[in-house]
């Protein structure tokens, strides 16, 4: 899988004219490829499709269609719940999307037998009877940037991603801006990074650009090993393009040599198309030495992780890259004066990155327009639990929870009762229904206990056991610790073992003291942001359930069941694990 | 959902016999032979590549194959088998002939996951990370996530994901998929079919 193979059509662009030529041509065949006598078929295809049958329906429908239609691979559009889905368009008709449907449902839908799959109409105005997909609430509510082409472009496709935009951000940066104007629309749009530290990006950038010391390099970090968040994935599975364009602009704007893209291991589906995207770039001419005349070089290197939570920390994600055990270290020095090979590094998240395209496109101005007073543009947001509708998605920043849950996710399935929300993955504190109409963005959760993170939510219901809940928190930080500082590798499992006690009836009311105090050592001493909040959800869960955790302890009982508390046989001397 | 009720009814594919449990080391030279590097610093960001095409390839890196990797790339055994046990992905042991994902993801888990992880260490004595002593299962728990949360408890056997499941049902596709490879080596290469019977 290292090496992916570009595609061999594609001509080596040496001059700004050539570029635009090539990209006029793109656009070209887009618009032919929409307005053309030909049936288009498009079907899903992401990690979470695939594992529906995405595959079998692709094959299907090249069965079914032969030569007689364009029938193209497009990536999922983040609505997991309509998955598998189709998009077809006859001549003359606007393309409509069919969804959840099963391989037997291809026949009929490519005949349009099937009007009852049909989801939405791709599109501003309905057509026979289908209303547009933008209508729907899953996506009514969105305000898509990131994800203008997801489930529309090929990812594997150059000219796809090219007629739809990409790489005019970089053309700007490379020739008609210099690099502090490139940084000042960043520091306009005060884009805060999006991995959880919310660090904004163009003072980053700036110091980057400052440091003194060369080579230096670009760094994005797509190592997403949250229990719940798969907005990364999704990205690299949808756009690759963005990504590596926003990664290419930091690299000139910073004045650095190489970028770097660390992709976490989980998802081949995504490492192989940014690849590819990677691969087509570099045939294109877009990447190496003298790119499009202007003068100017860029390396880019993508390397892959291997499930190791603790690598989404910036400087073990460097260590990790670099070939060793990625284990934190302390700063300062922070990255961006000594990070990979000790050179100064600019750390930025996917998301972040994936940002700034747009940004460069249409000006700093214009995305400090979108969003809340401290927290501006999008978010791309991920559920989990017991909701109506999954996926990913992507909003501005300031929507209340409630909207995004109830209006966006379609609410609770039913039978099941809302009782909590887990935040920021596995790194803050939960929300309960009382929170609801807080808006989402950096700064508002964190004064409920909760965070923003890096958009994940993990919605839990009445059956779910809070005290059962927080151990598997606690338990996945602990088998997640690095196990280079003490407080972490000793603290997490001695707090999953008081856990244990209260789950097997044998906690005392001292241990929620001893608990807070075990929590304040390994939040006060610990080395990184793992150990740093590690405890937290626990002591969230804690503060808004206690009663629950009391019921455990006083009255030997476990109000859902869940716990071993509960079991009428004599409990086993050991958790199980 | 429609899917969740579909989501039994198909077979696993049991996987023929491929003997790959055994590592071949000509073809490990062979893996490692198409990554370069023009220096040190880069051989070394090459580490982890390597071993995850080895992985990928055989399910699992042994002694040796560490120390092809390490020999191509110019480094020590030592700091290979650093690599090889602090990332999750790796595995030193050999895989069943078929391998299970159990997902451990927040979703799956208070849907009862951890149901699942324990029936298989009742039912057939192995833990996460382990293989049974006849070499027809090993399991891995999946810290993160799988990432198909919507079917959550979710397994993933061989190449197909099942879920959501429970107990009875996964332990019966096991059966299903034991007995199906045993048909298939039975038999082997009479038909061509992969599909159990």
Known sequence: MVHVAPSSHLPRLTSKDEFLAFADQATQRWDELWAGD???VSVGVGSSSIAKGALDVLARCRQELGNSAVVREVSGNGAFWMEPWIEVKHPGAPPVVYGPLSTNDVPGVLTGARQDLAVGVRGDTAHNGIPPLNEHPFFKGQ??????????????????????????GYFK?????????????????????????????????????KARATPKFVACNSHEGEP???????LHESDPHRILEGILIACIACGAERGYNYIGGEYPLGIRRFRKAVADAERLGLIGKNILGSGKNVAFRVRTGGGAYICGEASAMMYSVMGVRGQPRTKPPRSVEEGLWKRPTVANNTETLANVPDIIV??????????????????LMTNQGPMNRMGVVEVEMGMTLNSLFNDIFGGMREGYTFKGVQTGGV?????TKDHLDIPVDFDSLGDVGGMLGSGGWVIFDESVCVVDFARYLTAFNRYESCSKCVPCRLGNPALVEILDRIRFGRGTLDDLALIKRTSKHVIELSLCGLGQVAPVPLLGMIEHYEEEFRRHIVDHVCPTGTC?????????????D | MAHAEQAHVTLPVPAPFTGRQEIDLDVVRELVSHIHYSDFEEAQELILAALQEVNEHFGWVSPEAARIVAEHLGTTENRVYGLLTFYADFRTEPRGHHHILVCHG????VQGSQRLVQDLSDTFGIADGDTTPDGELSVQVVNGCLGVCDRSPVVKIDDSFHGPVTSEQLNDLLQRAIAGRQAFTAEEGTDGSRRAK
């Open chain 1, 38 to 40: 030909k049936v288009v």
């Open chain 1, 143 to 168: 305000h898509q940037l990131l994800l203008r082409n997801s489930g529309v472009i090929e990812p594997d496709s150059i000219e796809d991603a090219i007629a739809r935009g990409a790489y005019r």
């Open chain 1, 173 to 209: 940066v490379l020739f008609e801006m210099s690099q502090e104007e490139a940084i000042a629309e960043v520091t306009t749009a005060q884009v805060r990074g999006r991995g959880g530290g919310g660090f904004p990006a163009g003072v980053k950038w700036e110091s980057g650009r």
């Open chain 1, 228 to 234: 719940n968040v798969y907005k990364d994935r999704h």
């Open chain 1, 362 to 379: 249409n000006g700093g101005e214009w995305y400090a327009k979108l969003g809340t007073e401290n927290s501006k543009g999008t978010k």
């Open chain 1, 427 to 431: 790194s803050a504190g939960p929300l």
């Open chain 1, 564 to 576: 071993p508390i509960s079991a009428t046989e004599p409990a086993p001397a050991l958790a199980a």
């Open chain 2, 106 to 109: 927040m979703s799956c888990y």
